[in-house]
């Protein structure tokens, strides 16, 4: 009996002294203050509890308060840092490649791969970042601006048809669409198989705790990917048996890269590619048009000064029927300002995690070795220090501002060498919307939207509107 009670008294003893090394994690020097949480499950379920205002997500909002811009937390087993701090968010950006490197957690590389772009590094980064570059920079942007535009004005025209449009929904099928065909030539209506029915699987579990059982969210976001992928693999296979002359689309481009003796690309490496840019460019910006039409109906003032920038832009043609020209795209001054304004406060992006890879003395306090940082875009988009009313919708605060790039204070579209790569594609294609939004149709909101925030995707829940052509006198 006394072995017994000697064997638990050292088996609790052991349990505490864990439990105090967790709560108490060592350091050489001072860690920001903050809480680890429960043992292995550290603070998880606040992270993961849904923001339903437009605020600060209160998990980093209550732990600001309460410790200041950097504390410490657990994530997932993970210890984080977790920074609202501009100059820290400046330097971890800065030190890409040097003292940090891009890491997520386990249960966000099952989601997105294990080998997709955002979780490899150095050569191999900057080879995808170029490849993608062959599809959305510049040169093939103005290329490409009569399809964006075609495709918007079709689409709207068919909204304009319904009695009401549900606007997140429409326009993620449009982008989708668009994207789909410039990446691999997928045309829905003449396909055996839905492709974008399990990226919506995906997206549904997308922000969900990981627990991978039958019936659960997480479950059905992981058999989203794993559908999604087995037809993106069967159409890459396709493609191999039966190749087009000429490069025709970005499976063509891919496809040639394997080919070349002593090439980097592996299939495995490339799907993944596809899959994160399917998801990236139609989900994020359909949720940045919903919210871009939300605010104009919301702000006559601005829907007014948007209208007008974009008339002007016909007034000035010597024929008002013409397609849009990359000059006249280039000119629209206005609308860059709106569109930074818009993903200001969208902040689709939650937080940005990097892993320090040795230890950095910071502001008086130790990031040790192998923890994690997270970037928190939308405490410094909403920072009153900065934005005055930062809750308030106002594209004029940009002007006479910088509004390409990344900034210590504005960060929608991530910062540093790994700044996305896609933000061109996302300007075109909302400037575009817009333009053809504003100069032909008027619009009523039917239901407003609620927005459920949580701490990935924010999701504008059912913004229906009417859309109805304008004549050519108003």
């Not at 429960?38 to 309460?66: A, C, H, Y």
């Not at 997308?206 to 039958?214: A, E, G, K």
């Not at 209208?307 to 029927?321: G, K, S, V």
């Not at 818009?342 to 040790?368: D, H, S």
Request: proline fraction near 6%; aromatic fraction near 12%.
């Amino acid at each position: 009996m006394l072995v017994l009670w000697a064997g638990a008294l050292v088996l609790i003893i052991c349990i505490a002294h864990w439990v105090y090394y967790w709560r108490n994690p060592r350091c050489n020097g001072k860690l920001p203050p903050g809480s680890m949480g429960f043992p292995l499950l550290g603070e998880t379920l606040q992270f993961f509890t849904p923001n339903t205002t437009s605020d600060i997500p209160p998990f980093v909002k209550e732990r600001m308060k309460r410790y200041g811009p950097i504390f410490k937390t657990s994530l997932v087993g993970r210890p984080v840092i977790v920074s609202a701090d501009p100059d820290l968010n400046h330097f971890v950006f800065l030190q890409e490649g040097q003292l940090f490197q891009s890491w997520y957690p386990d249960t966000f590389t099952e989601i997105f791969g294990r080998q997709n772009v955002g979780s490899l590094h150095g050569f191999m980064y900057k080879y995808l970042k170029n490849m993608v570059l062959h599809l959305f920079g510049p040169e093939c942007l103005k290329k490409m601006l009569p399809e964006v535009e075609e495709t918007a004005c079709r689409r709207l025209q068919r909204w304009s048809n319904q009695e009401t449009v549900e606007l997140k929904e429409a326009t993620a099928e449009m982008i989708f669409d668009l994207t789909a065909k410039k990446l691999i030539s997928y045309d829905q209506d003449n396909a055996s198989q839905n492709l974008r029915e399990n990226f919506v699987a995906f997206i549904q579990g997308l922000i969900s705790f990981p627990l991978d059982i039958p019936g659960t969210a997480y479950h059905k976001c992981l058999e989203g990917r794993k559908n999604a992928m087995k037809m993106l693999k069967n159409l890459l296979n396709q493609r191999r048996a039966m190749p087009v002359k000429g490069r025709s689309d970005f499976f063509d481009y891919v496809l040639e890269e394997l080919g070349k003796e002593g090439t980097i690309l592996t299939e495995a490496i490339a799907l993944d590619l596809m899959f994160v840019l399917l998801f990236a460019s139609f989900e994020t910006t359909s949720l940045a048009l919903t919210l871009a039409v939300k605010f104009l109906s919301d702000d006559p003032s601005v829907l007014k000064k948007l209208w007008a920038e974009h008339d002007a832009i016909l007034r000035n043609r010597e024929n008002a029927d013409s397609g849009l020209t990359w000059k006249e795209y280039k000119s629209m001054t206005y609308t860059f300002q709106f569109i930074n304004e818009t993903v200001r406060l969208a902040n689709i992006v939650p937080g940005i995690f990097r892993k320090a890879l040795r230890e950095i003395q910071f502001k008086g306090y130790t990031i040790p070795a192998g923890w994690a940082v997270m970037v928190c875009p939308p405490a410094v988009h909403l920072n009153p220090a900065k934005y005055q009313d930062p809750l308030t919708f106002n594209p004029s605060r940009w002007e006479g501002g910088e509004i390409n790039g990344a900034s210590k204070n504005f960060m929608a579209f991530g910062g540093g060498m790994r700044f996305c790569v896609g933000t061109d594609f996302t300007k075109v294609q909302m400037a575009v919307f817009l333009h053809c939004l504003v100069t032909k149709y008027r619009w009523e909101p039917i239901k407003g939207g609620n927005i459920l925030r949580t701490p990935g995707l924010q999701f504008p829940d059912g913004f229906h509107v009417r859309l109805m052509e304008k004549n050519r006198m108003e």
